[in-house]
């Protein structure tokens, strides 16, 4: 057979003590560093890769990543946190030295995933719905006639549509009764698209959601477009106003946000703050 092939000799590797196999070092490390709804799949040269198994929000822990990629037995990639995974798309993969992992290497590494918790989560989005919130100065339905298309093409992008959808004229009392009744409705999320760009947290948007009961949590957004960003909760549901952003389906900071929104994760100022590296879409 070696001779049909051009071929004399075959090299081989034999283990030596305290050494462990590529494909089952790859396979244990798999298996430590993400949770949610995925699974893992052994693949051809020391390779194990991790995949979405429904609809999900991919959740990275990056400094935990940056530090299990210092070490010299095993290299991660992943999706960008909170991007958007459909079920059967990869969204990590782990790769080892050739041939072996030596035991205390790989002690090493599981420990710091255990100790520190998992570097992904695959974050399921079920039964996701949404509130919409148009908002102009003259007439909220203006809003809804500039932007309901944009608003469609984007949600269905994750899978969802629009469940609870109203129209104000841009004053803080009538936007506030309209973000009231969204909120009886417990959606997953509320957006409010509105024509006008707020001076801050301070203007009738921002104060509307006071007037609600939010709790603003950011702001401002180090992503173009969307730097206008305002992110409020109330309760769990999150509130955001990002405007102009719906006037196209081109990338931008609601596009970034959405999903983690869709799967019910809390997105801190913090991690907003954090979306600088990257934050240029166009």
């Not at 940056?66 to 798309?89: D, K």
């Not at 969204?91 to 100790?115: G, H, M, N, R, Y």
């Not at 801050?200 to 730097?227: H, K, T």
């Amino acid at each position: 057979m070696l001779a049909t092939e051009g071929m004399s000799e075959v090299w081989v590797t034999e283990l030596e003590d305290g050494e462990i196999g590529e494909d089952d070092a790859v396979m244990q490390v798999a298996g430590e560093i993400g949770c949610g709804s995925l699974e893992i799949r052994l693949d051809a040269g020391g390779r194990a890769n991790l995949f979405a198994t429904e609809p999900c929000c991919v959740l990275i822990d990056d400094e935990l990543l940056r530090q299990i990629n210092c070490a010299a037995s095993m290299a991660i990639a992943t999706s960008r946190n909170f991007s958007f995974a459909r079920a059967g798309s990869r969204i990590a993969t782990v790769k080892s030295t050739p041939f072996a992992v030596t035991q205390p290497e790989l002690d090493a590494l599981k420990s710091i995933v255990k100790e520190r918790g998992p570097i992904l989560q695959a974050r399921p989005i079920r039964g996701a719905s949404v509130g919409v919130l148009y908002t102009d100065p003259a007439a909220g339905e203006r809003a809804r006639v500039l932007f309901e298309c944009i608003m469609r093409q984007r949600l269905e992008r994750l899978g969802a549509t629009a469940n609870f959808v109203l129209a104000a004229v841009e004053e803080e009392d009538a936007v506030a009764r309209s973000l009231l009744h969204l909120l009886r409705a417990k959606p997953t999320c509320v957006l409010i698209a509105s024509t006008t760009a707020p001076a801050g947290p301070d203007d009738v948007v921002g104060r509307a959601m006071l007037a609600a009961g939010c709790q603003i949590e950011r702001f401002l957004a180090p992503v173009e477009p969307g730097n206008l960003l305002l992110l409020g909760y109330k309760d769990d549901i999150p509130i955001a106003s990002a405007p102009g952003c719906f006037r196209s389906a081109k990338p931008n900071v609601v596009d970034i946000l959405l999903p983690a929104m869709l799967s019910r994760y809390r997105i801190s100022g913090w991690e907003v703050a954090g979306l600088g590296h990257g934050g240029l879409l166009a």
